[in-house]
């Protein structure tokens, strides 16, 4: 059984960077997600999951308010998937969630948390004016 295990969060100034990790375990597929669509997904306080970017053996794709600021990579020694995050905003404070699923990425799965049957517990990021 997969399952994923985020780090990394933390409180920031506006302006700055964090990066978060996302650990895998019990994954018995190619090393790298290379058959897998991974990503993140973020809740603000109040609001709905929503998609922040997602990647596979094709490339990456994210949502369009962090697409200039956001980097979504994997180390491909090990089941690791990271979130590099840049010029954060007060806006992106949230509860970030490591999400897989088996296959290629759809740009639709990032409109909705369904499109992903495997979630991680979060990390809390939070970003002060």
């Known amino acids: 059984q997969v399952q994923l295990k985020e780090s990394g969060g933390g409180s920031v100034q506006a302006g700055g960077s964090l990066r978060l990790s996302c650990e895998v375990s019990g994954y018995t597929g190619r090393l790298g997600f290379k058959d897998w669509c991974v990503g993140w997904f973020r809740q603000a306080p109040g609001k709905e999951r929503m998609g922040v970017g997602d990647?596979?053996?094709?490339?990456?794709h994210y949502t369009d308010s962090v697409k200039t600021r956001f980097t979504i990579s994997k180390d491909p020694t090990k089941d690791t998937l990271y979130l590099q995050m840049n010029r954060l905003q007060p806006d992106d404070t949230a509860i970030y969630y490591c999400?897989?699923?088996?296959?290629?990425?759809?740009?639709?799965?990032?409109?909705?948390?369904?499109?992903?049957?495997?979630w991680g517990q979060g990390t809390q990021v939070a970003v002060s004016a």
């Open positions: 999400v897989a699923r088996p296959g290629y990425c759809y740009l639709a799965y990032l409109e909705s948390e369904s499109s992903f049957n495997i």
């Open positions: 990647l596979d053996p094709l490339g990456a």
